[in-house]
């Protein structure tokens, strides 16, 4: 499996503008190769039985799935991995008890990133590079700092906040393997096609790069 192909458009779920199911499919359908399920406020049996059902789907798109912040979740549904932040388990405690798991850390600063890379992730998510709706109180760390942490790290990072089809080419132009969005995708009115762009102007950069 080559991680940094499949992450290079990574979509969230967000129940709030879509159906976490249908989203995910619309998503895979349009080219998305990971997922994350986001369920904030959902409780562990919603979770477990929401994620379940698409794990299933992923399965048949050769994707990956991520949970957001939950590795009880993740193990419960055999997902690919899990999305920790700062507040959730740490990194080296969810290395060790769950070792099979590709591990995403949520990152703001070159030492963070340094010292996620120290205690084994797998993958980091930085950001946000720009203001977002999608998240409260988001730290906002802009281009220039985005660019600084691809540099200090070597494991694939995938840059998340407020990325749209304008300025998708820029937030790429740092160097990040991959794009992380939410109501880019889901909030469009043609959440497939809107993938399908989104993967279009992926590719041109790319090869740009």
């Known amino acids: ?32 190769r990971a997922i994350q399920l986001r369920m904030k406020k959902a409780s562990t049996r919603q979770m477990i039985e929401k994620g379940a059902k ?51 850390a949520t990152v703001h600063s070159v030492d963070e990133a340094i010292k996620a890379q120290e205690y084994g992730a797998d993958y980091i998510g930085a950001g946000s590079v720009y203001p977002t709706s999608s998240k409260e109180n988001a730290i906002v760390i ?23 089809i304008e300025n998708v080419g820029d937030v790429l132009s740092t160097g990040v393997d991959g794009i992380a969005v939410i109501s880019a995708i889901l909030a469009a009115e043609n959440p497939r096609e809107a993938t399908r762009r989104m993967m279009r102007e992926i590719e041109k950069y790319r090869k740009i790069l």
């Open 1 to 32: 499996m080559n991680l940094r192909e499949k992450l290079k458009l990574y979509v969230i779920t967000d129940g709030r503008l879509r159906d976490e199911i249908e989203s995910v499919k619309l998503a895979l359908e349009g080219g998305a």
């Open 54 to 104: 698409i794990r299933k789907i992923v399965e048949d798109y050769d994707a990956l799935l991520f949970v957001d912040d939950r590795v009880d979740v993740a193990l419960a549904i055999d997902a690919h991995g899990v999305h920790l932040g700062p507040e959730d388990m740490p990194l080296r405690v969810a290395k060790r008890i769950a070792p099979e798991l590709l591990i995403g």
């Open 142 to 164: 802009g281009l220039d700092n985005l660019r600084r942490i691809v540099k200090s790290v070597r494991i694939p990072v995938v840059a998340i906040g407020g990325i749209n």
